[in-house]
């Protein structure tokens, strides 16, 4: 992972939860295999799927000196807290993993390597500080090239924070490989970039060149796929973050949206400890948001929706993938419990579509005769 | 300006025409009283009116020897191009001032304080080089605040980047104020800030943070105002800038909008160099995306039209605004042209509905009693 091979610690103390530590779960859902141990002194001695569902038999252990004990060589900051800040109380583990000279990997808004304590701790020790979150030096403005690609493009789109916009993206990804679909993922978020080794994290871009950046990654990943899978990030309808996924909607100029949704939310969460932001809109019309605001610079359709129903028995999480299927008149499917083959399939058709589309007339001609 | 009393230089090397140099052009139809001289050799000896309309007598000069003659000691970046990269040529006139001890005043995205040869120079000189594009150091998360204020947020929006809509914000300032009306303008991009010696550059901040960052200065400068205006950035139907556009949006959360338009404009410009950018829409069609894209978070309507009519005759610009008034059925002006009077007046009858809605029950009683 990013640079070497590695065994990784997570850190999660005090919140190795599925919604908390929301970049440990994704690094165990798609690269287990790399993960030693998580550190969470208040769940220490449970496995990680026991804890947050993921992760088999990973063990959750108390602190450095038993990750180490398992075969740890690095640590992965493994939450990524609203604003982004290092918590007090990972600052010590941090420090003492630099000390035993492990590389320290973070995708927090506020750059381990820019902090001197930390970065003169590391040099001593011959460590490295990876900070996935920090913006490309070379940024450039969007100039709507993503729009003329070969490639279709899919954005996974989303009425909230959090709902699985980037697990959607990724269990497409895999389905479309499986049916032979030369299918890539672009990262544009902390814990996306940790699981592909490459992207951009949007949300710490300069807001004058967000689009310019998820183009650039698109246009690179578009030279040896069919079918681009952009991971999407925060909802139009979020009052803080609609502005990075504007900025990917307009950059990443798809022709087909994943609408994904947790099928337990009625309001967005504006922060972890929110109980009262504004209620999700129903589906139709978080449809239609989203394709209206793509067509102010390229038309796009919802070709499908991705529900999350994870705190759903499986009786009413079947129960909400037809009610979805039904109002958007679309496939609906949680891709995790379900599989992702209806939206694959959809994605497939799109595809085909946009080929006819853009056959020349001639060739269109020729095939008829 | 900014920290202390200035004799400016603006620097428009080559480029002193109003769409090339918005920042000199901005500063000097606000703030003329403070220009010492405007630098551009290939338009030296003519005065700032002759080449951009605005500014007086004020002289264009061929370099800095001329301009400390006319008693500069500041150094203003009077250019905003599309990256916000310092011009090679304009570098070699930046060490020339620093070498002369003046203060150097840059809305770059490029932070000069950042530049090792320019710092050094600043340090040995004892001059300071001001970044006001850089961000604020403490960033917050937006958290839908601004919905709640007192204050009549009223928010500037436009069909293009570069159609008015600070020009607008501060005309409207001073009409409001000359009708007795407690206004403030938040000042959100470069330009901006040199005129109100306050703001924010939203577009460099990073995006997770644009709405906060504007939510943040709204609530300041909503202290001692009924009327807040905020100067809107980039379109929402811009490929490259509309995640700062819709940022700000959700971030001021203003019941009011102000639909701005270049009556000569009939594509997005996504460069300078750019012909070949999307058709602009009709202005009902615009309003209607700012009011959707608004409603999202909380509700705002558009309130009246300024055209910027700067390429027209007095006859065609006059039916420009005439036309934009009945297509939207609201007033229309150019507020530099023809004053703002007729959008003050739409927006204290806005600030007259805010009041009564927001007023008790009680109390709305009592006054029909």
Not at 134 to 140: E, G
């Given at each position: 992972m990013l640079g070497k091979p590695r065994r990784l610690a997570l850190l999660a103390e005090g919140c190795f939860t599925p919604l908390d530590a929301k970049?440990?779960?994704?690094?165990?859902?798609y690269r287990a295999g790399e993960v030693a141990a998580v550190l969470d002194s208040t769940r220490a001695g449970r496995t990680a799927a026991e804890c947050a569902g993921v992760g088999g038999d990973v063990p959750v252990v108390a602190d450095l000196q038993a990750a180490a004990a398992r075969g740890a060589d690095s640590l992965l900051i493994g939450i990524a807290p609203q604003g982004g800040d290092l918590p007090p109380s990972f600052r010590a583990v941090v420090r003492a993993a630099l000390e035993r000279g492990w590389d320290v990997l973070s995708g927090l808004h506020v750059f381990l390597g820019d902090d001197r304590e930390l970065a003169a701790l590391a040099a001593a020790h011959g460590?490295?500080?990876?900070?996935?979150?920090?913006?490309?030096?070379?940024?450039?403005i969007a100039a709507a090239r993503a729009a003329d690609l070969e490639a279709l493009v899919v954005l996974?789109?989303?009425?909230?924070?959090?709902?699985?916009?980037?697990?959607?993206?990724?269990?497409?990804?895999?389905?479309l490989i499986e049916r032979g679909v030369r299918a890539a993922f672009v990262a544009t978020g902390q814990t996306g970039i940790f699981i592909a080794d490459a992207g951009?994290?949007?949300?710490?871009?300069?807001?004058?060149?967000v689009a310019g950046a998820v183009e650039e990654c698109l246009i690179e990943a578009a030279r040896a796929a069919d079918v681009v899978l952009v991971e999407g990030q925060g909802a139009l309808q979020h009052p803080a973050y609609?502005?990075?996924?504007?900025?990917?909607?307009?950059?990443?100029a798809p022709a087909a949206l994943v609408l994904c949704h947790d099928a337990a939310r009625a309001r967005i969460r504006r922060s972890a400890a929110d109980a009262v932001g504004q209620a999700i809109l129903p589906l139709e019309a978080v449809r239609e948001s989203y394709e209206t605001a793509a067509g102010w610079v390229a038309p796009?359709?919802?070709?499908?929706?991705?529900?999350?129903?994870?705190?759903?028995d499986e009786g009413p999480a079947r129960?909400?993938?037809?009610?979805?299927?039904?109002?958007?008149g679309l496939p609906a499917t949680d891709p995790v419990r379900f599989g992702a083959d209806a939206l694959a399939e959809a994605i497939e058709r799109a595809l085909e579509r946009r080929r006819a589309a853009r056959a020349p007339a001639g060739r269109s001609h020729?095939?008829?005769a």
């Open positions: 970049t440990a779960v994704g690094v165990l859902r460590a490295r500080l990876v900070d996935v979150r920090r913006p490309p030096l070379a940024l450039r996974t789109v989303g009425t909230d924070c959090n709902v699985g916009k980037m697990t959607t993206a990724l269990e497409l990804r895999r389905a951009v994290a949007v949300d710490a871009v300069p807001s004058d060149f609609s502005c990075v996924t504007l900025g990917l909607l307009h950059g990443a796009a359709r919802v070709v499908g929706a991705a529900l999350h129903t994870g705190a759903l129960a909400a993938c037809e009610r979805a299927a039904a109002s958007l020729a095939s008829h």
